[in-house]
């Protein structure tokens, strides 16, 4: 008897290990989403910006006490290959501050993951890509899109900014606050920090990076900081930036908008700041940012405001070539992880993760799908994948992919010839559905503009 229970503990084990497995990436996947063939390892350190104006420390006289940032990263990168059943991890991060619920410090969620903590590196030189997080997130929120590219021959990096719950603040304007400040001098520094230790006898991790091939992702307050980081510097003029002393802002105002060296791509998932009752910039600083960019959205967004704000950035980005991905019936949550089992029946955290008509796995399959394809195309300077981005319609129901009398197209990926030459590239026959791609060239901009 006693064996038998074993034998039935250990199938239950070998199936859950198998579905888990599975689910790691849904079979209606589109063609690049799947991962690459590297073995992923990840590590985690500190970074420490040793004099940064404290927004929560007024010195009583105008100004502002200095203090030294401390800023945890979360590195993901190609691994020397290991037997699967090592290439697993689980990721905790603090639960979040959610609205109207008193915190606990002491609750933490998990992340299940493919990754090896403390591998090796494989030799080579390899693509960054900086991920900064939206506000009252965290770093390893970004695990499955990190590994994804990890595994791809890219070098990823998440900040951890460290939102500070407004109980801890004093105020949810303070907590707040500290975000308008920081998000884009905490960018600034970990890029300038990761190429300095990237060049200076370089070591581990560091010794694997292309520091001049650099893409920063940034997720709603992480987008409206990523915008700054490549080049559009705030409007003083703004209500918001005109509430903040100019202390502050050295460096991030507009004037002193230059891009971080090295940024070759910009993607932006959901980017707060152009609303217009809190719009961070002027046309003019838009006009400024020359990275190619990838903008991802809902278009029903309440977050960032997806029309008066999210596409009236993208609009105005009038110096880069670019595209934007919308999610028809999503809101803002279009970027993270989707929400841990462990609070899958918590509603609140049901709303902070996930979206109420798409599957997060969905989501998350078609943005590593994108991004894999922009990334390509700008970091790795791989042609072909232009093609999965230039798509045949903007609207992806509108893609043809006729069929024979009797004849059935299984599980067959679009290409750019053939039948299915007409539809998206890279996805199934019917499974297009619900998104839309535009493409917008300084070239259209400058044609729109003499019309």
Known sequence: MRSQVVRLLLLSVLLHASTAAQAELPVDAPELATRGAAAVGTQSITLIDPDRPDVLRPDGVGGFHRHARTLPIEIWYPAVSAPKRAQRITYTMPAPFLGGRKSD??????????AMRGAKP?????????LSHGYNNRAVGFSELAENLA??????????????????????????SQVLVDRS?????????????????PRGVFATIAADDIALVGYSMGGYGAIASAGAGYDPKSPLMAMLPKALMAGSMEGDDQPVPGLKALILFGPWGGSPATRMWSPAALGRISAPALVIDG??????DYANGVQWLFGRMV??????????????NI??????????????????????????????????????AFLDLHLKRISDRASYLNVPTPAADAGSWPLAEGEVSGAQLAQRTGAGANYWRGFQRRWALGLELVHRSPADDKAADTR
């Open 105 to 114: 410090p002491a609750q933490r969620l998990s992340f299940a993951g493919q």
């Open 299 to 304: 278009d029903h967004d309440d977050i960032a």
């Open 335 to 372: 970027a993270m992880n989707a929400a841990p089992a462990s609070v899958a029946d918590d509603y609140l955290y049901i709303d902070k993760f996930n979206e109420p008509v798409w599957r997060k796995d969905r989501i998350l399959a078609i943005n590593a799908h994108m991004i894999t």
């Open 185 to 201: 001098a905490d960018q600034r520094f970990v890029i300038a920090e990761v190429r300095r230790r990237a060049a200076a006898a």
């Open 151 to 176: 595994s791809k021959g890219y070098v990823v990096i998440a900040i951890e900014h460290g939102d500070l719950d407004p109980a801890i603040a004093g105020s949810r304007r303070a907590s707040f």
């Open 319 to 332: 110096q880069s070539d670019r595209y934007f991905l919308t999610y028809r019936e999503a809101r803002h």
């Open 122 to 130: 494989v030799a080579g030189h390899f693509p960054l890509i900086v």
